[in-house]
């Protein structure tokens, strides 16, 4: 094994110049820099929706099959697949697997909606709901004593 330099930094040097000096530094890696370089754009996801495709009264969604359980969640949840004509689930391509398309109709998601944001105040502590009583917390005073809330019960008991 004989031991070959690091390679150095390009980033101050010409293009003819950077090349020349992975060459002689790194010739592990074999660049092919005979064609013009590509940008992602062309590779990018799809995700439009021709009109029509999702009825009036639903909501689309593009839904990620990470063989987590995703499409079941959402599945459980009452939101559908979405069908072309000859009626396979839209598809599209993306990493290793699929995104596929699911609605649901509106009066749910607004439903599944309002039961998020409860969900997601309430684990803060911000429900403007529910009075202070109501998760535990006694009194707050913003000028008094080191800002402190007290709390009157254990959450973990």
Known sequence: M????????????????AKNMRTATDNR?????SRDRVSG?????????PDGTIPDGYV???????????????????WGHVTD?????????SG?????????????KKEIDVLREKRYRDS??????????VHGVESYTPNGESNKIKVTSDPFS
């Open 2 to 17: 004989t031991n070959t330099p690091r390679g150095r930094t390009v980033a101050d040097k010409t293009a003819a110049t």
């Open 29 to 33: 890696i074999k660049f092919d820099r």
């Open 41 to 49: 754009a062309d590779s990018e996801l799809n995700l439009s929706v």
């Open 60 to 78: 689309g969604l593009w839904v990620l099959d990470d063989a987590k359980g995703s499409i079941d969640r959402k599945l459980a949840e009452w």
């Open 85 to 93: 004509a000859q009626g396979v689930n839209i598809r599209r391509p």
């Open 96 to 108: 290793s697997g699929y995104v596929y398309l699911m609605a649901i109709e509106e009066k749910y």
């Open 124 to 133: 803060i502590g911000e429900n403007d709901a529910a009075p202070l009583g």
